[in-house]
């Protein structure tokens, strides 16, 4: 795969999922390297998230075909909104992704979010309401080279896979053509 997948949003809207699916079924009949930073994550403070987003941004630009499960517009959302601290560092490491990093916003409805909400991770329903906001707005303001939106408010994982497969598709084509222009 001459591509990085790289999935974000927030809790309850089915990226862990979809990152499962990826790994067990591959991607455009291609298996994929799957990195999660859990042992890392969260970072504590400013000077481990901004460490822990130079080694994100350094994995992703030399290296193709990994599924990441969570990145850099996480600590965007997150830092501000549980770990008290603003992030300032992340647009410019933004600006530093190689074109071959695609990211993967998922997400569903507040009603959807609501449903499949079990407060595994200790986070009251409010904040993770307002995280889903928050990735909203932060995807629409990022500047990661190539970006979609799969909403998965009325699909499977499996479903998501596919769709994710088809806005790949169409985009290794529209490159495809514009090369031989």
Do not use: W
Not at 23 to 45: D, S, V
Not at 67 to 93: C, N
């Amino acid at each position: 795969m001459d591509y990085n997948i790289i999935l974000e949003g927030c809790n309850c809207t089915g990226k862990s999922s979809i990152y499962e699916e990826i790994l067990h079924n591959g991607l455009l009949g291609e298996a994929m390297i799957g990195i999660q930073h859990k042992n890392r994550m969260p970072p504590k403070t400013y000077k481990e998230g901004k460490e822990l987003n130079e080694m994100l941004l350094q994995e992703s630009n030399d290296n193709k075909g990994i599924i990441f499960d969570r990145h850099i517009l996480s600590e965007q959302v997150y830092a501000p909104l549980l770990r008290g601290y603003m992030p300032d560092y992340i647009g410019s490491l933004e600006t530093r992704l190689k074109k071959h990093n695609i990211l993967f916003l998922i997400t569903a409805d507040h009603k959807t979010v609501k449903k499949r909400y079990n407060n595994k991770h200790n986070i009251p329903i409010e904040t993770i309401l307002r995280i889903l906001g928050a990735y909203d707005f932060h995807f629409l303001i990022c500047n990661y080279p190539i970006k979609f939106i799969v909403d998965t408010s009325d699909i499977t994982p499996y479903q998501a896979l596919e769709m994710i497969e088809q806005l790949l598709k169409t985009l290794i084509e529209n490159t495809d053509k514009k090369s031989k222009n």
